[in-house]
Antibody, heavy 118, light 107 residues
Framework: QVQLVQSGAEVKKPGASVKVSCKAS????????MHWVRQAPGQGLEWMGR????????NYAQKFQGRVTMTRDTSISTAYMELSRLRSDDTAVYYC???????????WGQGTLVTVSS | AIRMTQSPSSLSASTGDRVTITCRAS??????LAWYQQKPGKAPKLLIY???TLQSGVPSRFSGSGSGTDFTLTISCLQSEDFATYYC?????????FGPGTKVDIK
């Protein structure tokens, strides 16, 4: 069956970087864009960006431009999201999601809690 | 960026009620709108895409309508498992933006 398995929870200090992985199985990894969405505690969903697993092309939300980097390794069907210069308000659950909303495809990871605290 | 708004932000309802949630886009998005359901501690679940197309496996009590800037999600007969938070998302352009959510809880 389709699975997106994310890496485990992280605790980081302000100013550090975090890299979250998302391993796909059960479908063609290069078939759909991989999106990253985050959710701060008690808050709504925030779209961060997406990567085309085929080409590696990316679109980032302007809010994260310069701080976020999305990459992929097609040989192991894994996508990565790295966020740098972390602040306390980056504390959130980060989700990867393989989406093609034009055809109703949505596969989500289980989420990765990133806590930024001194 | 296209701004998405939802109303109400929360509502209390009883099992069996008909519930309607509204989503508005700051500019026209044709029918490029999705609705998600999210329960605490879980990833969002796609309910509807293309404004009115029911995702496979989603109960028929859920329906969506609208195009352009104004959209609605209707739950025709609320069930206990429907108490959750609902988000709309536009996929007309980047950045993909979500509405702030509507929490549906038990009256």
């Amino acid at each position: 069956q389709v699975q997106l398995v994310q890496s485990g929870a992280e605790v980081k200090k302000p100013g550090a970087s975090v890299k979250v992985s998302c391993k796909a199985s059960g479908y063609t990894f290069t078939g759909y864009y991989m999106h990253w969405v985050r959710q701060a505690p008690g808050q709504g969903l925030e779209w961060m960006g997406r990567i085309n697993p085929n080409s590696g092309g990316t679109n980032y939300a302007q809010k994260f431009q310069g701080r976020v980097t999305m990459t992929r390794d097609t040989s192991i069907s894994t996508a990565y999201m790295e966020l740098s210069r972390l602040r306390s308000d980056d504390t959130a659950v980060y989700y990867c999601a393989s989406l093609d909303l034009r055809s109703g495809v949505d596969y989500w990871g289980q989420g990765t809690l990133v806590t930024v605290s001194s | 960026a296209i701004r998405m708004t939802q109303s109400p932000s929360s509502l209390s309802a009883s099992t069996g009620d008909r519930v309607t949630i509204t989503c508005r886009a700051s500019q026209g998005i044709s029918s490029y709108l999705a609705w998600y359901q999210q329960k605490p501690g879980k990833a969002p679940k796609l309910l509807i895409y293309a404004a009115s197309t029911l995702q496979s496996g989603v109960p028929s009590r859920f329906s969506g309508s609208g195009s352009g800037t104004d959209f609605t999600l209707t739950i025709s007969c609320l069930q206990s498992e429907d108490f959750a938070t609902y988000y709309c998302q536009q996929y007309y352009s980047y950045p993909r933006t979500f509405g702030p959510g509507t929490k549906v809880d038990i009256k």
